[in-house]
Structure formats: structure tokens, C-alpha cells
């Protein structure tokens, strides 16, 4: 099952209990498993000439992503994936998987 069909699921089950849902599609996050990724500087270099901000994302900028669309100000939104990728995914290259 892909991510959106996963996620079709899931909100399915939800609207059908009277609730909404979301997926967050975040993208290079700056975590402990990616530091030898970091670590190689060419590689570092590619991966963020993908990213329009420049810069891989935070775990916090993830966390603070979520609780956005929590409160009644955004009742309308759900089945939607919100990317938290600084643009990531309007590379090009990212279509052929970076």
C-alpha cells in the first residue's frame, strides 16, 4: 500500500466517525540517522541544491506542522497531505527519487 492510498484509508475510517485527517509529507529532516548522509559533503551539497529554502527541515518545524491544521480555524481540511519539505518536491530531480 503506497503513502496515499494508506492515507485514503485512514481518513476514510475517520470521516466515517465523524473526524478528520491528514498526513505530513516532511522531507529532508535533520536527524541522527541521516548524519553520515550530512557528513559527505558532496552529497550534502546535492541534496540541497533540491531543496528551494536550502536547508534540511527540523524535527520541530515537523512537530509545530502538526498541531496547524488541529484547531476549528481548519475544520475543512482533511484527506490532504501537507509537505513540510521546503519545497523539496517541486524538484525536479525528486520525481526520480533525488
Known amino acids: ?4 492510498e494508506a492515507a ?3 481518513v476514510a475510517r475517520l ?5 478528520r485527517g491528514l498526513a505530513l509529507g516532511p522531507g529532508a529532516i535533520e536527524t ?3 548524519q553520515s548522509a550530512r557528513a559527505d ?11 528551494r529554502l536550502g536547508r534540511m527541515g527540523r524535527s520541530d518545524e515537523i512537530a509545530n ?3 496547524v491544521p488541529c484547531p476549528e480555524v481548519a475544520s475543512c481540511m482533511t ?4 509537505f513540510v519539505d521546503g519545497a523539496m518536491t517541486d524538484h525536479p530531480e525528486f520525481a526520480r527519487g533525488g
Open 15 to 19: 470521516v466515517a466517525k465523524g473526524r
Open 41 to 51: 559533503a558532496a552529497g550534502l551539497a546535492d541534496m540541497l541544491s533540491k531543496i
Open 1 to 4: 500500500m503506497t503513502h496515499p
Open 32 to 34: 541522527p540517522i541521516d
Open 65 to 67: 506542522m502538526a498541531v
Open 8 to 10: 485514503d484509508t485512514v
Open 79 to 82: 484527506g490532504s497531505t501537507v
